[in-house]
Nanobody
Framework: QVQLVESGGGLVQAGASLRLSCAAS????????MAWFRQAPGKEREFVAA????????YYADSVKGRFTISRDNAKNTVYLQMDSLKPEDTAVYYC????????????????WGQGTQVTVSS
């Protein structure tokens, strides 16, 4: 069993940066693929970024490519989402997810989900 806890959300102005964290319990964190999703009011949950297990490749949605960076610190059982040049359309609840296979996790079929953290970007 893996528990995920997101943090780092908040209210910022357009152009600012935020770094989200997702802390995971469990001893096999580095074996899990991790992903970030977001859900804006009235919209479906959408994929943002994913990272394979240790030293594996990363993947990004086109809407965030070049602005967001996913990284992981396996020693701290934590995955991060560095968000730069934020836009009002980035406003959403951000969730992290974990699973065995990155291609599965990327399609919102991860085994584990966090409770989400709110990100609000004002214009």
């Amino acid at each position: 069993q893996v528990q995920l806890v997101e943090s780092g959300g908040g209210l910022v102005q357009a152009g600012a940066s935020l770094r989200l964290s997702c802390a995971a319990s469990g001893r096999t964190f580095n074996n899990y693929a991790m992903a970030w999703f977001r859900q804006a009011p009235g919209k479906e949950r959408e994929f943002v970024a994913a990272a394979s297990g240790s030293d594996g490749p990363t993947y990004y949605a086109d809407s965030v490519k070049g602005r967001f960076t996913i990284s992981r610190d396996n020693a701290k059982n934590t995955v991060y989402l560095q968000m730069d040049s934020l836009k009002p359309e980035d406003t959403a609840v951000y969730y992290c997810s974990a699973g065995q296979f990155v291609r599965v996790v990327m399609t919102a079929r991860g085994d584990y989900w966090g409770q989400g953290t709110q990100v609000t970007v004002s214009s």
